[in-house]
């Protein structure tokens, strides 16, 4: 019914910066939250940020004051903007969107594919 694509992924040098998107393929009817996480093969799924309606409300510890989430709720749209990258976030970067697409529908959280990002010199 509706689809999460990541966007702007690639390499970046250690220190540089990068700008993640998540568009979905129709806007939402409503959302309660969106966010980010990573994950690096053979890892668990990692929480990076999280946007309510009223802005960004939490990130993990090892990403503050290095990246900021911003959201659309209108449009259904959440970036992460990186700076001061590390080869540690090297990742597959993943957004989710919880919320209802349809007036009808039950709250669900949707994922999109994943962006890669790779951190190296």
């Known amino acids: 019914q509706v689809q999460l694509v990541e966007s702007g992924g690639g390499l970046v040098q250690p220190g540089g910066s990068l700008r993640l998107s998540c568009a979905a393929s129709?806007?939402?009817?409503?959302?309660?939250?969106m966010a980010w996480y990573r994950q690096v093969p053979g890892k668990q799924r990692e929480f990076v940020a999280i946007?309510?309606?009223?802005?960004?409300?939490n990130y993990t510890e090892s990403v503050k004051g290095r990246f900021t989430i911003s959201g659309d709720n209108f449009e259904s749209t959440v970036d992460l903007h990186m700076n001061s990258l590390k080869p540690e976030d090297t990742a597959v970067y993943y957004c989710?969107?919880?919320?209802?697409?349809?007036?009808?529908?039950?709250?669900?959280?949707?994922w999109g594919k994943g962006t890669l990002v790779t951190v190296s010199s």
């Open positions: 946007w309510d309606t009223l802005g960004p409300i």
């Open positions: 989710s969107v919880d919320g209802w697409i349809t007036e009808m529908s039950r709250r669900m959280n949707y």
């Open positions: 129709k806007r939402f009817f409503s959302i309660a939250t």
